[in-house]
């Protein structure tokens, strides 16, 4: 939140409401005390629940995709896509390797699942103007995808 200017708006959305609760009390409480000027709301509620108005700078999403069955994903990128101004950025992370492995030691289903979802990823990569970088300090490694709203 370092990047946060006066006049800026932050909205927060989040399922878990213990989780929620901790984030305000230790978090998003205090900075507002520091930076009056700054707007910070937290939403617990599902994303299409969240009563979010109006259009997006950027959103960042850190659902784990590869763990939710592809219907449920693509309507996420659905809506968060809805919610992005012309030119607005979605930034999501992957774990390294995790799709990898579940295309070799998964089931059968699991398998062809991870096929898809790998054609859905590279699909929505490359309409959406799609970048990464590798974050080999994080532990286990990342890539961070950027989606671009055209």
């Known amino acids: 939140m370092t990047k ?20 305000e009390s230790t978090l ?18 599902p994303i299409e629940d969240a009563k979010l108005e109006g259009k ?23 809506v968060m896509f809805g919610f992005l101004k012309r030119g607005g950025e979605l930034a999501y992370f992957e774990y390294l390797g995790m799709r990898g492995l579940k295309r070799i030691f998964g089931f059968p289903r ?15 990569f490359q309409h959406q103007n799609g970048t990464q970088q590798t974050v080999w300090r994080n532990i286990p490694s990342c890539r961070v995808v950027r ?3 055209c």
């Open 147 to 149: 989606l671009r709203q």
């Open 4 to 23: 946060l200017q006066d006049g800026d708006v932050f909205h927060i959305v989040e399922l878990s409401k213990d989780f929620s609760e901790a984030v």
């Open 110 to 124: 699991i398998r062809k699942e991870t096929k898809q979802r790998t054609r859905n990823i590279d699909n929505r």
């Open 56 to 78: 997006f700078d950027t959103i960042v999403c850190g659902l784990p995709f590869n763990n939710f069955p592809l219907e449920l994903v693509e309507h996420l990128f659905v």
């Open 28 to 45: 998003l409480q205090p900075f507002r005390e520091k930076h009056k000027k700054i707007e910070v709301v937290l939403h617990n509620a």
